[in-house]
């Protein structure tokens, strides 16, 4: 059921393998059996009702969350306990999330900065023009000096994947970048992202941007009630849903939208 | 269909927000009957109260002369405070040794100078000089051995110096200490966070008057034979353990307004726990708990005249005993009301300051 077309610009190498991971939040069962193997390049779009653990998923690949049983492996490093691990796959997966979590009290050249400094020891100088690059990348340099306070949620959100791209980042994970942003911002932030699909960067996004999904997937992945239900192509998956489950969802979000 | 051109509406200036000083007035002063009665009453009052407190404290005031003959009994006898000052201010700090306190302060005024002032490149040298060298200075300049002075032990410091000391040593120490408190009674390292939270409920669960009588009287018996160190630094350390635990509540309420994504999004771009604590947590949380911050610290100056129950004499005290001498019995209300002012002016300052770092951290807009 994996995609079938080899699309350009994946390559074999693994960067994210999934297997058989379970998560339990005291007595709720969040996550069942998850198998997932991502490769280089591939982007690929989580969808499925809220609440069936997508934002889990994904956050169990940084370790915001803890699985309990399987394995996680990251670009080749196995997450365990081991808090150099953990810091290190930290280091090489970015992170966008749904509230953006921009640091309020930094300015938004500040909020770039920060880890390349702190994390890579990158000389100030250095990361202030890897800075300046990113978020001319994300069209928004001239509000290098402002406080994310003074920017609209569209503009947030670009500063929060610059702040990610400053790390350069191997992975990145996006946990619905779209949802908490007005209707006219959307299309800003999933340009930014189609722009970055196309630098060839390892994708994870949890959206329900179907026209996102079409455009830039390489794979859909539908989750129900804490597991992989059916995962295709966008071509197929939108066209040939073939469980029951997952036609109903998508019969809800084109009827939503 | 003929299409309507939109010609947007210009901007317009706001409407002034006041008619001079009568619309003020009505506005602010007569703008209901209740309103209008409660400002007649205010009037009423001051008319009441501020002449004859004027004339005690300014008009009908005795200034000059150097004992109680001076003083003609219709206002406040304010040579009292000028015969007394240097008791006030320096205790029983010997007299020909003061200059070592005044430079001190000099110091501290001029060290700390760049710190009040608008962004400049000395804010960062002052910061440091404040923050490591200073306390070394003054501890040289107020015992004296250190820098080849002679010994002046902690029991002849005394009035405003020794209330000063004791304040700046208790915020400077409590600040830390209430910080690492804090955040250990959130780790989650259960051994930890119950050592923590131990330390803080038991001392916030004794009133200070008991701290320091333990520390002077109690503690003493404690300590090995021979063993004994100076009153002064016992209850000083107790003073900053105190204060600790309140600074520590403060700052965990401050710690527990940051919402959950600051603390993922400094996960997620791979910071340790002391940087993201450093970098992201704790200076927000600080900021939003200045006033907190700024309670205690500004309770802890007043109280720091108990240490009255150890035989310290701090500004309070000493002219607390000023006013039972017998030469100037029946002054004690002109003695009261200077260490009025005098406490009001520190607090008070402390006040504004706090309020000026509130508005310069102040970062957009809230929402
Ligand atoms: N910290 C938590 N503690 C307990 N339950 C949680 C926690 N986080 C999420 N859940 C529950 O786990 C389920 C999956 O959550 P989530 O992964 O956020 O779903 P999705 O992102 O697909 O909407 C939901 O039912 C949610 O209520
Ligand atoms: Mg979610």
Redesign the interface.
């Known amino acids: 059921m994996t995609a079938s077309a080899v699309t350009p610009g994946i390559t074999d190498k693994v960067m994210i393998e999934m297997k058989g991971v379970h998560k339990w939040y005291g007595q709720f069962h969040v996550l069942k059996d998850i198998n997932l193997t991502v490769q280089q390049g591939e982007r690929i779009v989580l969808c499925g009702p809220s609440g069936s653990g997508k934002s889990t998923t994904i956050r169990c690949i940084n370790r915001l969350e803890e699985h309990q049983q399987g394995q996680i492996i990251v670009d080749g490093t196995e997450l365990t306990s081991n808090v150099k691990h953990i810091e290190a796959i930290r280091r090489e997966v970015g992170m966008v999330f749904q509230h953006f979590n921009l640091f309020p009290h930094l300015t938004v050249l500040e909020n770039c900065v920060l880890a390349p400094i702190w994390v890579r020891k990158m000389p100030r100088r250095e990361a202030e023009a890897l800075g300046m690059k990113y978020l001319e990348r994300v069209k928004i340099p001239d509000q290098a000096k402002k406080y994310p306070g003074q920017l609209s949620g569209g503009q947030q959100q670009r500063v929060a994947i610059a702040r990610s791209l400053c790390m350069q980042p191997k992975i990145m994970l996006f946990d619905e970048p779209t949802s908490a942003l007005d209707p006219e911002m959307v299309k800003e932030v999933l340009d930014t992202m189609v722009s970055l699909a196309e630098d060839g960067m390892t994708m994870l996004c949890v959206t329900h941007e179907m026209g996102f999904a079409k455009q830039v997937a390489n794979r859909v992945i539908f989750m129900d009630r804490g597991e992989i239900i059916e995962q295709n192509d966008p071509q197929t998956f939108f066209n040939h849903p073939q469980n029951e489950r997952t036609k109903l969802f998508l019969s809800q979000i084109i009827s939503n939208h | 269909m003929s299409q309507s051109t939109h010609v947007p509406h210009p901007d317009l200036p706001p409407p002034s927000a006041s008619t001079g000083v009568i619309g003020w007035l009505r506005a602010n002063l007569f703008s209901s009957p209740l309103n209008s009665a409660l400002t007649l009453l205010g009037l009423y009052l001051i008319w009441l109260l501020l002449p004859p407190a004027l004339n005690w404290l300014l008009f009908k005031a005795d200034w000059s002369g150097s004992d109680r003959s001076a003083c003609h009994g219709e206002g406040a006898c304010w040579v009292f405070i000028k015969v007394r000052l240097d008791q006030f201010l320096y205790g029983f700090f010997p007299a020909e040794e003061r200059w070592r306190i005044q430079l001190s302060w000099l110091l501290a005024v001029v060290g700390a100078a760049p710190l009040f002032m608008k962004r400049n490149p000395l804010r960062m040298p002052s910061a440091l000089f404040m923050l490591f060298a200073y306390p070394l200075i003054a501890y040289g300049l107020y015992t004296g051995p250190l820098f080849g002075l002679p010994l002046v032990e902690t029991s002849q410091w005394g009035g405003l110096m020794l209330t000063l000391t004791i304040a700046v040593v208790g915020i400077a120490g409590s600040l830390p200490g209430g910080i690492l408190l804090a955040l250990g009674r959130r780790s989650k390292m259960p051994i930890i966070r119950s050592v923590c939270v131990v330390i803080i409920e038991f001392w916030r669960g004794v009133p200070l008057i008991t701290v320091l009588f333990m520390s002077s009287v109690m503690l003493p018996l404690f300590l090995p034979e021979g063993m004994n160190f100076d009153k002064l630094l016992r209850a000083l350390i107790g003073v900053v353990l105190f204060e600790s635990a309140y600074i520590a509540e403060v700052v965990r309420g401050g710690l527990q307004a940051i919402?959950k994504?600051?603390y993922?999004?400094a996960?997620?771009?791979?910071?340790?726990y002391p940087?993201a604590m450093g970098?992201?947590i704790l200076?927000?949380a600080l900021?939003l708990v200045i006033p907190g911050i700024v309670n205690t610290m500004i309770a802890l100056f007043k109280d720091t005249s108990l240490v009255i129950i150890i035989g310290l004499y701090d500004l309070l005290n000493s002219i607390q005993a000023a006013a039972v001498d017998p030469n100037w019995l029946g002054f004690a209300t002109e003695g009261y009301v200077f260490a009025a002012l005098m406490y009001w002016v520190f607090c008070f300052s402390m006040s504004r300051y706090s309020q000026a770092l509130e508005r310069r951290?102040h970062?957009?807009?809230?929402?």
């Open positions: 919402p994504g600051q993922e999004a996960d997620a771009l791979g910071l340790n940087k970098l992201i200076p927000q900021k951290l970062t957009g807009h809230k929402r």
